[in-house]
């Protein structure tokens, strides 16, 4: 597969998410008016501060990386077991992209178009998401559509396991400065999730 079919795999993951533009000031609660307490259905919509904000921009580019790559297994893989690995992460962090464009919405933070993505040819990087924790280069893309069989395997499974270090350090920073409550449910279950993940690339690592 060529750049351009590479960069097409990318912009078939981006097809339905609207990434938010990046870079926040220091957590500061942010609230949307009107009288009252608010209700339990309403605090997605209520609670939150810009620690939330970050992590929902940032965390949507970063789970759509991790689709596009693990897209890539198709026609690559050679093991079973990384063919079944891509295939839960695709399925995972599919709705989680959709979630978390709920929660913009609902913050009325304005998402910008998928077309505005100024490194989208760079594919691999993203704009200015190039520098986001466990985010791979343009380079990095590049190397795994060229590999195959078990070198893709190995390649595959690296570079993954670095990619979900990073989101898992990205929900930690949630955790620990955010306020809204379903964003901080997500990142738990990030970490949950992506940790097992991890544990199961590192053996998998051993035998292909």
Request: charged fraction near 15%; glycine fraction near 14%.
């Given at each position: 597969m060529n750049r351009k079919s590479v960069i097409g795999v990318l912009i078939a993951a981006l097809t339905t998410v609207a990434v938010a533009g990046c870079g926040t000031s220091a957590p500061?609660?942010?609230s949307t008016t009107g009288a009252g307490a608010p209700s339990a259905s309403s605090s997605a919509t209520v609670?939150?501060?810009d620690a939330d904000i970050a992590f929902v921009q940032g965390m949507i580019p970063h789970h759509t990386q991790a689709v596009a790559m693990a897209q890539?297994?198709?026609?690559?893989a050679s093991s079973p077991k990384v063919i079944e690995l891509a295939?839960?992460?695709e399925q995972a962090q599919g709705p989680e992209i959709t979630q978390m464009q709920?929660?913009?919405s609902s913050w009325n933070v304005a998402a910008a178009p998928t077309g505005s993505m100024g490194g989208m040819a760079g594919m691999g990087g993203m704009g200015g998401t190039s520098g986001m924790s466990g985010m791979m280069t343009d380079q990095q893309m590049q190397q795994l559509d060229s590999a195959n069989?078990?070198?893709f395997d190995r390649m595959w499974l690296q570079m993954m396991t670095e990619h979900h270090n990073g989101a898992v350090e990205m929900a930690q920073t949630e955790l620990r400065d955010g306020q809204n409550p379903e964003a901080k449910a997500l990142a738990q279950k990030i970490i949950d999730a992506q940790q097992a993940?991890?544990?199961t690339m590192k053996q998998l690592l051993t035998t292909v």
């Open positions: 500061a609660a942010t609670q939150h501060n890539l297994v198709d026609g690559r295939k839960q992460i709920g929660f913009l069989g078990a070198a993940e991890i544990t």
